[in-house]
């Protein structure tokens, strides 16, 4: 059944929609990533365009609603890019929509170069946004070094819309490498692959992508490595990554465009999509995803982040969680029906202190629980 | 510089609390005797002082937790304290307050290089971090100027930087997780090992709150590995706004240096005179740099120089070996105290877009002549944190005041030229009622609601961050 749908233009009318509304709000972006509270849809695609850019200052401010796609564009141009490399949620879940820049931030969506350059909230440097209530509010700037005040920048990244609607935001981009290259390691076992990633990642030579499939789309399993720079330093450390990886396995070499399209398939975590049952998205210390991925028994799955990252796929309605236990880390619901997410809860159930900072900051930035209501809340 | 007036139901109580505390520490951590509270009279920002009622110095998480209790109960204010280096006044007590110090809790709890993380007690000092990983190949980037000095808990509480973001972030973006003690004792842990919150995003609420929101006694750092190598380039000018554009245009050509630093005219005169680094005589100095390989500093460096020169530099030195790199950072290191050498001095550390660049030295060259102070700046420019130096005279009557007064001129500019109050240093006291030049009522009205979720009753680091008039309806409430 489709749902109501509203689409302001300005922030004046995302203001008025909210400080008159008697029920719950679905807050969205191009709705492509499949977190969604109950309601009618409140829609921020509406607010759209880039409003200032100083590539030399690395700095974009745009609009929430503004398309990936355009601020992608805008900053290609100046060879500069969205660094945290943002994953498109749409070829995991199949849904069609066009992603926004809001929904990056208020999901705070990464890609596999967060291990080297940090997540999406590391590049957010200023917010507007009408809370619960109607008011307007800012924090943040657009200047990259900022400690006026509470940093709200943080707390609305990743808050998925539960706090306040956000209308505009500023945040860093930075220069896009001459080139890259991708040391792929065959035959490692998740153990050994994570290893391997961890010894990399603990070198000088800045890798900027980590990850491990372990199936290899039946070709086996593949440990990958990521270099991007000027050419001739790519270069020289690969050679250096090369001599100081200690796992006898072999290696191949994907460079260019096949690295790019590489590293895009672990982005989308594509090879989950279009497959049966649930995807589960874990967050862990790197060397703890051996045994946590042996608790589970998955065998349907892919390590980002140095293991830090597990995109598993599960049973439809399992509890992964359960399997789990109790670890370093948490465990996020992505791809299930509703009737799933809605038992299980998207996100992990906080600790009790915790859970109780997170509910009276919820109170306070929406007395009335009507933004995403039930999105990030405890079950029950 | 306006304080609360301290609460006399809070001061009649002295000796309960000192006795309570007692029952909950050793001896010789609690410091109550008015000679020795003298000690926490003030931090790095020395022209305000205030003794605190009592100061603790606890050893343990459980420590913190039985302090803060007590404190709740008795409705006593918290002072948390790192290493008392805050230039804002971040840590100044009021005289009804308890000052909890971090200082004996300085341990490293676990250091593992396979996840790249250090679980530190947050007395530690910044530098003695990276002292723990060192051997090893690795390091903690955020390096605040006063970083043999100041603490990880400071650090936290000020979101601090350093020379090195650019290229590495500030702490915010290098702490991984906090145990946190709240006002009413509980412990809380948030973070940990793992890359990104599972919920809201508390630790980026958390790092940058001046202490207000919780007492950290544990963190969880990122530890990256050692670069290669690292070398610097200088570069001299004779305009301003030729060394910015040149800043803009190697921040285009998409090189990234790991610092980019300024200095203009009068302060490399001043550490010229106190530090003989050989700098060159001239409007506005860079110094630009790479790390990496050998190989890789040259290639950059190249791409650097090559861009330099179209601006016409009148020095352009690349450092050869060791020696030179650190002579020519040593005139940049020494820059705060060779201007402490002529004078007193303020430094404000307000941040405008790099593009504002030429306007915002311009201007406040301006006003540095009505109001007859001198100024030197020397700031982060790749990142536009600007650090400018204003000289005074602390035994000339009116002159800290009119000091004060061009500060905030100066800080009215940076934002108005799209920039902040402060990029690193933190609001403290220093900065408290200028919040309202960059906030409206509105978004200081929703720091404040996360301020009454973490403390309701307002005890935590009193009369820092907001303006008086503004919290004052709260503190009275609480």
């Known amino acids: 059944m489709a749902r109501e749908k509203h689409t302001p233009s300005s922030e004046a009318e995302v203001r008025e929609l909210i400080a008159d509304a008697d029920a719950p709000l679905s807050v969205q972006g191009g709705g492509t990533r499949g977190f969604a509270g109950a309601g009618e849809v409140l829609s921020v695609s509406g607010l759209s365009g880039v409003t200032l850019y100083e590539p030399g200052a690395l700095t974009m401010v745009a609009r929430a609603g503004t398309p990936i796609s355009e601020i992608e564009g805008a900053l290609g141009q100046n060879n500069q890019r969205l660094a945290f490399e943002p994953m498109d949620h749409r070829t995991l879940l199949g849904v069609q929509g066009d992603p926004t820049i809001g929904g990056v931030f208020g999901a705070n969506v990464s890609g596999p170069r967060r291990i080297a350059v940090g997540a999406a909230r590391d590049f957010l440097l200023g917010v507007r946004f009408v809370d619960g209530s109607g008011a307007v509010v800012k924090n943040g700037g657009r200047v990259m070094k900022n400690v006026t005040g509470y940093d709200l920048v943080k707390l609305m990244a990743g808050s998925f819309g539960t706090l306040g609607v956000m209308t505009e935001v500023s945040f860093k981009v930075l220069p896009q490498p001459e080139t890259q290259t991708t040391l792929v390691l065959h035959g490692l076992d998740i153990g050994a692959g994570v290893a391997a990633m961890s010894q990399a990642l603990g070198t000088p030579f800045e890798v900027t992508g980590a990850a491990h499939d372990p199936n290899g789309a039946g070709d086996g399993a593949r440990t990958m490595l990521r270099l991007e720079g000027f050419e001739g330093s790519v270069g020289y450390r690969c050679g250096a990554l090369r001599d100081r990886l200690a796992h006898g396995a072999d290696i191949s070499v994907l460079e260019g465009e096949e690295s790019e399209t590489a590293w895009r398939k672990v982005r989308d975590v594509e090879m989950l999509a279009e497959t049966q049952g649930d995807v589960w998205r874990i967050s862990c210390k790197p060397s703890d995803a051996p045994h946590l991925i042996a608790r589970t028994g998955s065998d349907q799955l892919q390590l980002d982040w140095g293991g830090g990252l597990i995109w598993m796929q599960v049973p439809e309605g399992h509890d992964l969680r359960a399997d789990l236990g109790d670890f370093d880390g948490h465990a996020t619901l992505v791809r299930a029906d509703a009737k799933t997410k809605t038992e299980l809860a998207v996100f992990q159930p906080e600790a009790a202190g915790v859970a109780r900072l997170t509910a009276g900051l919820r109170s306070r930035f929406d007395p009335r629980g009507i933004l995403n209501a039930g999105l990030m809340e405890p079950i029950g | ?478």
Not at chain 2, 328 to 346: C, E, P, T, V
Not at chain 2, 412 to 435: F, N, S
């Open chain 2, 1 to 478: 510089m306006e304080m609360p007036v301290p609460d006399p139901r809070v001061l009649s109580r002295k000796a309960r609390v000192v006795s309570r505390l007692l029952e909950v520490l050793p001896a010789d951590a609690v410091i109550h005797d008015e000679r020795e509270t003298r000690a926490y009279e003030c931090d790095a920002l020395t022209a305000y002082k205030c003794p605190p009622m009592v100061a603790v110095l606890p050893a343990s998480t459980q420590e913190v937790s039985d302090v803060l209790k007590i404190c709740h109960a008795e409705g006593v204010p918290v002072v948390p304290r790192g290493s008392g280096t805050s230039l804002a006044g971040g840590a100044l007590p009021t005289a009804d307050s308890v000052i909890l110090g971090v200082a004996r809790m300085n341990d490293v709890i676990e250091t593992d290089y396979d996840n790249r993380l250090i679980r530190v007690q947050t007395g530690r000092t910044n530098l003695s971090v990276t002292g723990a990983v060192e051997e090893d190949g690795f390091f903690y980037a955020p390096d605040p100027s006063s970083q043999l000095a100041c603490a990880i808990a400071g650090n936290i509480a000020m979101n601090s930087g350093g020379a090195h973001c650019l290229k590495y972030g500030v702490t915010t973006n290098n702490l991984m997780g906090v145990k946190m003690v709240m006002m009413d004792g509980e412990v809380v842990e948030i973070g940990g090992g793992h890359l990104d919150a599972g919920g809201l995003d508390l630790l980026g609420l958390i790092c940058g709150s001046e202490g207000q929101l919780g007492v950290v006694t544990e963190a969880t750092l990122r530890i990256l590995p050692k670069p290669e190598g690292a070398r610097p380039v200088l570069m001299g000018f004779d305009d301003n706004e030729v060394a910015g554009a040149c800043v803009s245009d190697i921040i285009k050509a998409g090189v990234l240096p790991v610092a980019i630093e300024f200095m203009d005219r009068p302060c490399i005169e001043a550490t010229e005179a106190f530090a003989q680094a050989g700098y060159p005589m001239c409007e506005a100095l860079l110094i630009v740099e790479v790390e990496g390989s050998d190989a890789e500093i040259d290639h950059q460096l190249g791409l650097i120089k090559q861009i330099a020169r179209r601006h016409n530099p009148v020095e352009l030195r690349e450092s050869t070996s060791d020696e030179e790199s650190a002579r020519i950072w040593l005139g940049r290191k020494s820059a705060f105290g060779a201007m402490g050498q002529i004078n007193d001095y303020m430094c404000l550390d307000g941040t405008i877009p790099v593009s504002s660049l030429p306007m915002v030295l311009r201007r406040i060259g301006e006003m540095s002549a009505q109001y007859g102070l001198k100024v030197g700046n020397v700031f982060h420019a790749g990142d536009g944190n600007m650090h400018p130096l204003i000289l005074f005279d602390a035994n000339k009557p009116g002159d800290l005041e009119l000091c004060e007064a061009f500060g905030a001129d100066i800080l009215r500019l940076c934002v108005e030229a799209g920039g902040c109050l402060t990029g690193e240093h933190g609001v403290g006291i220093e900065k408290r009622d200028l919040m309202d030049v960059q906030y409206a009522p509105a978004d200081l009205e929703a720091q404040m609601a996360v301020k009454d979720v973490f403390d309701p009753g307002w005890l935590l680091n009193p009369a820092k961050v907001f303006p008086l008039g503004v919290s004052e309806g709260r503190r009275r409430a609480a």
